[in-house]
C-alpha cells in the first residue's frame, strides 16, 4: 500500500493518483540500507562515544574537508617537502600538533623493524602507513608514510588522516590496541573530525591502466572500514549535523554517493536510529 502525503489515504500500490484526493504525492518505503543491523548498530554506538569523548559542541564545529584548492592550496609534486605540508595541514584539520609527531616516508623494501627501532611484528611494509607509539629511545611518535602513496593525494590525505586518528585514540590514551574494532574505529574518527571525503573515497578504488598491447582495470583497497560503511558513518555524519542537502556529497566517488544517498534518504524518511540530534 502507498500512503498518500497530501491527505494519508492508502492506496493500492498501483494507484498514480491518490483516489481520495487525486493528488500523486506518495511516500516511498524506507530505503534498504547496505549494512547489517548490527554493523548500523555498532557505528551509531561509537558516533555517541566519539561524542561523549570529545563533546558535541567539539564536533559540531569541525569543518568538511573537501578535495578543494582552497584546503590544500600548496603546490604538490610528490615530494617530502611536499608531503610534510600536506601532513601538516591535515595535522590542523584534526587538531593535532605536527610538532609532536615525527614524519617519515618508507618503501616496501626496506626493513622497518631496524629503521623504526620496533619488533618486526609490528611493522608491515604493504602497509599504507604505520604508526609508532612513542619509547625511550624515541620520545615522539613516527607516522610513516608508504611511498606508493605518494602519487595519489587523496590516498596521502586518507592515509595522513588514519595514522593521525591513531595519535589522536591510542596515542592519547582513548583505546587499546586489544580492542579488536581499534582500526575500524581510527577510520570512523576521521569521518567524526571531518576527514570522510578523502578517507571514504580511497576505502575501494578503480583504476584504469594500459599499455603498448595491452589494458584493464584494477583495484585498490585502503583502510578498514568498507564503502558501504563508510557511506552510512557519512550519512550519521550528516544526520548529526543536520545537514538535509550536504554539498559536500557531490565529491563522493560514484559507488560510494549511491550508497551514501540510500542511507541519507533512509534518515530523512524517519529511519530508526539511536543517534542523537546535536544542531537545530
Known sequence: ??????????????????SECGKNEF??????LPVSSNEKEWIETSYRWLINEFGAEYFLNRRTILPEQSFFPDKYVATQDCVLKVAAR????????????EFDIFSGDED????????????????AGLYYHPSDSRPRPIVAINNSNLKNPTNLVATIAHELGHVI????????????????????ITVFLGMGI??????????QWQSHSRQGWNTSRL?????????????????????TKPDWAKYLSM???AHFKQCHKYFLKGGETNLPILKT
Open 1 to 18: 500500500m502507498k500512503t498518500c502525503v497530501n491527505c494519508g489515504w492508502r492506496n493500492h500500490d498501483s494507484a498514480e493518483h491518490c
Open 27 to 32: 511516500d516511498s518505503p524506507l530505503p534498504n
Open 90 to 101: 591535515v595535522c590542523a584539520y584534526m587538531d593535532v600538533d605536527p610538532q609532536a609527531i
Open 112 to 127: 622497518l623493524a631496524a629503521k623504526y627501532d620496533v619488533k618486526s611484528a609490528s611493522s608491515n611494509p604493504a602497509a
Open 169 to 188: 585514540l591510542l596515542g592519547g590514551g582513548r583505546i587499546s590496541r586489544d580492542d579488536k574494532h581499534h582500526e575500524d574505529l581510527t577510520d570512523l
Open 198 to 207: 578523502f578517507t571514504a573515497n580511497a576505502a575501494f578504488q578503480f583504476r
Open 223 to 243: 583502510g578498514y572500514l568498507s564503502e558501504e560503511k563508510f557511506a552510512y558513518a557519512l550519512a550519521c555524519y550528516a544526520r548529526l549535523r543536520t545537514e
Open 255 to 257: 559507488n560510494l554517493g
